[in-house]
């Protein structure tokens, strides 16, 4: 089993969002190299589930990965954000994968807080400029974080 770390913005999905729901499709990655992380993610590999762009951004939970990577219908729909007008049926770059909810944390662990960890050091969501919203997360980093909650 792999892990990794996925972040959305809450306004878009939350950890709130996805207890809710159960599982849902995680779509709309637009950037190359996130999307070949995607592609490498297998059924029961588990995601931190990290909350961005919004007053507290930090890991609120756990996901895991129920479908493997396929061909995202988003960028085919062009009613949506995340239509790419250069993909087609026969020829789409983008993937996507479907989740399910694990566990929400009790209190999200704040960007602040994961970078003072020196277990996390490596891990390169607390590095500045690192934009990325999919990353792969070490099995060291994993428990690391999980002794956080």
């Given at each position: 089993?792999?892990?990794?770390?996925?972040?959305?913005?809450?306004?878009?999905?939350?950890?709130?969002?996805?207890?809710?729901?159960g599982q849902?499709?995680?779509?709309?990655?637009?950037?190359?190299?996130?999307?070949?992380?995607?592609?490498?993610?297998?059924?029961?590999?588990?995601?931190f589930?990290y909350?961005?762009?919004?007053?507290?951004?930090?890991?609120?939970?756990?996901?895991?990965?129920?479908?493997?990577?396929?061909?995202?219908?988003?960028?085919?729909?062009?009613?949506?954000?995340?239509?790419?007008?250069?993909?087609?049926?026969?020829k789409?770059?983008w993937?996507?994968v479907?989740v399910?909810?694990?566990?929400?944390?009790?209190?999200?662990?704040?960007?602040?807080?994961?970078?003072?960890?020196?277990?996390?050091?490596?891990?390169?969501?607390?590095?500045?400029?690192?934009?990325?919203?999919?990353?792969?997360?070490?099995?060291?980093q994993?428990?690391?974080v999980?002794?956080?909650?």
């Open positions: 089993m792999a892990y990794w770390l996925m972040k959305s913005e809450p306004d878009e999905l939350s950890i709130s969002n996805l207890q809710t729901l849902i499709r995680w779509d709309g990655v637009r950037n190359y190299q996130a999307r070949n992380f995607l592609r490498e993610m297998a059924i029961a590999d588990e995601f589930f909350h961005s762009s919004c007053p507290e951004p930090g890991i609120a939970g756990i996901g895991k990965i129920i479908e493997a990577a396929y061909p995202d219908p988003t960028a085919l729909d062009s009613h949506s954000h995340y239509f790419d007008a250069k993909a087609s049926d026969e789409n770059p993937s996507a479907d399910a909810f694990v566990e929400a944390f009790g209190n999200v662990l704040s960007l602040g807080y994961l970078k003072q960890q020196t277990a996390l050091e490596q891990l390169p969501l607390v590095h500045k400029g690192s934009r990325l919203s999919v990353m792969p997360v070490t099995a060291e994993w428990a690391a999980l002794a956080l909650r």
